[in-house]
């Protein structure tokens, strides 16, 4: 690991950790399964990703932040032959993942319980070919916007790790978080943003299930946009 590793301490992404204490079926699947399904950063990097998973996939998607895991289960159970890294650090979250799992097993599904980037600086240059960031914590704020996942130097990340021709995924309610992501693409010299009309941005992605997060905002009046950048 980089000695210049950045740490929580410093890059506070994320809120709280925990929910209500797990119990029952969620507290069993996080002691047995989920300790196989963890990627290993204090292990040397892979010279590709792929390795992290049995059938050494072709095409590797990360998901940052996947919450309740809507988008990633329906994704990975609907592309098996593709490998699906999923980052989620608040630990309720990841229980209701990985008892789903539990219950309808996938192998093309890998994951990380901490911060994104420490997971982005540990794997290898040109290794990802999709990264999807969708409703992340907006940090309304403005003192809190350093903590927004979308940074110059987060776009540094995904432009190491992605291949070129790469999509990253981006899809909030938050019209400000919008603006700002568009701002940060639009002085970024590796990501142009892919949409030629509205409706590229106004309907959802292909195969979209749907999110809780989605449904709150739609629920609260807020109308969600989706946003496709290229690796150039």
């Known amino acids: 690991m980089a000695a210049d590793h950045p740490t929580r301490a410093t890059e506070a992404f994320y809120g709280r ?6 119990r029952g079926r969620q507290a069993e699947a996080m002691r047995c399964l989920l300790p196989d399904l963890l990627i290993d950063l204090e292990a040397p990097a892979p010279a590709s990703p792929a390795t992290l998973f049995p059938h050494t996939p072709e095409t590797i998607v990360l998901e940052i932040g996947f919450g309740g895991g809507e988008h990633l289960l329906s ?52 290794s990802i070919d999709q990264i999807d960031l969708l409703y992340p914590d907006p940090w309304p704020k403005p003192k809190h916007f350093k903590r927004r996942f979308v940074s110059d130097r987060n776009l540094d990340r995904f432009a190491r790790v992605m291949k070129p021709g790469g999509l990253f995924r981006f899809a909030s309610d938050i019209d400000s978080y919008v603006n700002w992501t568009l701002q940060h693409i639009d002085r970024h010299p590796d990501f142009a943003w892919t ?13 979209w299930p749907g999110t809780r997060y989605e449904a709150k905002a739609l629920r609260e009046g807020r109308t969600p946009v989706y946003l496709t950048f290229a690796r150039s």
């Open 17 to 22: 950790r925990r929910g209500k204490t797990l």
């Open 195 to 207: 949409a030629r009309r509205a409706a590229d941005w106004r309907n959802p992605y292909p195969h």
């Open 75 to 126: 994704h990975a159970r609907r592309r098996p032959e593709v490998g699906f890294v999923g980052v989620e650090p608040f630990v309720n979250s990841m229980a209701k993942l990985v008892t789903a799992l539990d219950v309808h097993p996938a192998g093309n599904i890998r994951l990380y319980d901490d911060d994104a980037t420490q997971l982005l600086d540990w794997l290898p240059d040109a």
